[in-house]
């Protein structure tokens, strides 16, 4: 069988797409999923979108197309799913700011999802986000995106590289935003903190105010977090929303 004969080569460029996808994404790049599972998962979904898609080539493409249009698709799934990784981290660093008021940046523990060193706090709205996402079956959000791509740009046409830059500068932008959007009243709560801790060492100087902070920081921030973890759900509709805006489609 010819290597570059159309459809099998058409099936190449999606099954590349959904590789580079993959790599980047929240869900599927996770090292709690084996390589097995990951390839296999993305070869049947390959199959399924090359069989929607029409071939990209009449004839048989040269060498030199094939690697470039083979780049692109690669370009084209690593800006997607960089794009909904910085959307699902926005969790997790709201969780970092919060735990840097409270005093607790420097404790860490392992992420089960990426095996790398995280912040407790960070970690467990993270976890709770997950709950949320899989309950509600949003994580199919992230393989209709994919299924919409090849939708509005078939393999063979992607975005070029301006959309995609743009894309990824405003999912990094976003990401910030909605994170200090979603700890901002935890943090005005810890100014507030700090304003009467000022206040009380002008009152009683004697008062060690550096050593009650500690546990006042701590308790506060944790009681304001009881009250902060039902708005992951509101969060949970901003995402989609914010996956259909941010993603090159």
């Given at each position: 069988m010819d ?8 099936f190449?460029l999606v099954?590349?797409?959904v590789g ?6 929240p869900?599927?790049?996770w090292?709690v999923?084996s ?10 979904l ?6 929607l898609?029409?071939?990209p080539?009449?004839?048989n493409p ?7 249009l ?7 799934g ?11 981290t926005?969790v997790q660093m ?10 607790l940046?420097m404790?860490e523990?392992?992420d089960?999802?990426?095996g790398?060193e995280?912040?407790p706090?960070?970690?467990m709205?993270?976890?709770?986000f997950?709950l949320?996402?899989?309950s ?8 209709q995106?994919?299924s919409r791509?090849?939708e ?6 992607v ?19 909605l994170a ?25 100087p004697?008062t ?5 902070s ?8 944790l009681?304001?977090?009881?009250f902060?973890?039902?708005?992951l759900?509101?969060y ?12 090159p489609?």
């Amino acid at each position: 069988m010819d290597l570059f004969s159309p459809k099998l080569f058409g099936f190449f460029l999606v099954l590349t797409r959904v590789g580079a996808f993959f790599a980047t994404a929240p869900v599927f790049s996770w090292e709690v999923l084996s390589i097995q599972m990951k390839i296999s998962i993305a070869v049947i979904l390959s199959l399924f979108f090359s069989i929607l898609v029409p071939p990209p080539f009449a004839a048989n493409p040269s060498l030199f197309e094939a690697v470039l249009l083979l780049g692109e698709e690669t370009l084209y799934g690593l800006a997607m799913g960089i794009a909904a990784y910085c959307l699902f981290t926005v969790v997790q660093m709201a969780g970092q700011y919060i735990e840097q008021q409270m005093g607790l940046s420097m404790a860490e523990v392992l992420d089960p999802f990426s095996g790398q060193e995280g912040h407790p706090l960070g970690l467990m709205l993270e976890i709770l986000f997950i709950l949320l996402l899989f309950s509600s079956n949003s994580h199919l959000l992230l393989l209709q995106i994919l299924s919409r791509s090849f939708e509005h740009y078939p393999p063979a046409v992607v975005p070029n590289l301006g959309i995609l830059t743009e894309s990824i500068l405003q999912a990094g932008s976003a990401m910030l935003l909605l994170a200090l959007q979603m700890s901002a009243p935890l943090l005005a709560a810890f100014m507030l903190l700090m304003v009467v801790l000022a206040f009380m060492a002008r009152v009683a100087p004697e008062t060690n105010v550096l050593f009650l902070s500690f546990p006042l920081r701590i308790g506060l921030g944790l009681l304001i977090l009881g009250f902060f973890i039902p708005y992951l759900n509101e969060y949970l509709r901003q995402f989609a929303n914010w996956l259909g805006r941010l993603l090159p489609l």
